[in-house]
């Protein structure tokens, strides 16, 4: 639990240049450490004091799953990558080498999954930077000064955001391209902040964002992606501007929207902090829905337990499960996959430990190309094992609720590793 002299202190981040000294709390050799930072140079480090002090059990780092959550492990990367970067450290490589060796790994790691850039963006006559029309309700947009978070979560899909190569990143300050877009299609009605984290802003900042969405009849929900509740709850407390974020949250809720505070929890201990208690219960007096997610992280929340306990101690708290996903196909994928079987195994088992008003969670979902594609369950059919799947959200709405099937594959981890059943296609496929 929080203790009082930590309740009202300032952020603090801590960046790679901390990494070292960190490591030597984790008892690590030099050599562990050295591949540590190996890692570390390919894929973000961030934290924060609040994660160092409060969430990561420093005695027994090595199994503690707030640990991988949040420091590289160094078999997060092929063993051969590992050893040249490391190699390049020992030698007091030049910046610009160590950069060049590290963006060959990164370009390897399929830093921009789902067709976001490709499928995402409208065409060049629309297209407007840092926003993303993937399907017709909802369009998500990257303020520019959202693009950081509290502390990186080493399985973060939008890694590429934050690892300083321009073209990778996708960002825009400009409010009146966003608010121009929206503005010219009615068909949009739900608006998502995203990045990074849009809470790194402080309120003044969130504020011109939100403010204009406020004039548009047709935008019905505002929706703020967040982690800050796991990272920094202090955000909604104790920070300078805590009471003026408050008060901005209830004048969306004021002007008839449903402000939609879609925050991250991957795991119980996020959830133990006062802090957390009280941020929620404050974010909550505003009239603002916290609806949670995470996605299903092996060595870190792959067990029904950890999942029943989340949604419940979630529930109580006044939040609203929403979404189990599945690790998406980039950055350290192998790292942390579970397989599709024994993902939907551990949905099944914690879902049936928990009571009827925690089952809004929906999962487990493959925000893949086509859509998000939900595992709905393994069944045999006519003496065929086969996965059965649903379309929970779709670019094409003709096909958002159909099911299909695909055949059984224990090794599966992803939509584009299974085969069609009973059919020569998926009903996404052209």
Known sequence: MSTPENIGRRFRAYTIRHLDELLKRASMTDEQRLRTRAVASVLPFRTNAYVVDELIDWDNASEDPMFRLVFPQEDMLPSEDVDHIADLIQNEASKQELTAAANV???????HPAGQIQLNIKGKDEAVEGLQHKYKETVLFFPQQGQTCHAYCTYCFRWAQFVGIDELKMANNDIEQLTGYVRHHPEVSSVLLTGGDPMIMGEPVLRRYIEPLLEMDHVESIRIGSKALAYWPQRFVTDPDAEATLRLFEEVVKSGRNLAFMAHFSHQKELESDLVHEAVRRINNTGAVIRTQAPLIRTINDDAEQWAGMWRTQHKMGMIPYYMFIER???????????????????RDAFSQVSGLCRTVRGPSMSATPGKVTVDGIVDINGEKVFALRMLQARDPEIVGRPFFAKFDENAVWVDDLKPAFADKFPFEA
Do not use: C, H, M
């Not at 790994?105 to 830093?111: A, E």
């Open 105 to 111: 790994v990164r370009y390897k790691l399929n830093p």
């Open 329 to 347: 196909d980039t950055g350290p994928q192998e790292y942390f996959s579970v397989p599709l079987g024994r993902a939907w195994e551990i949905y």
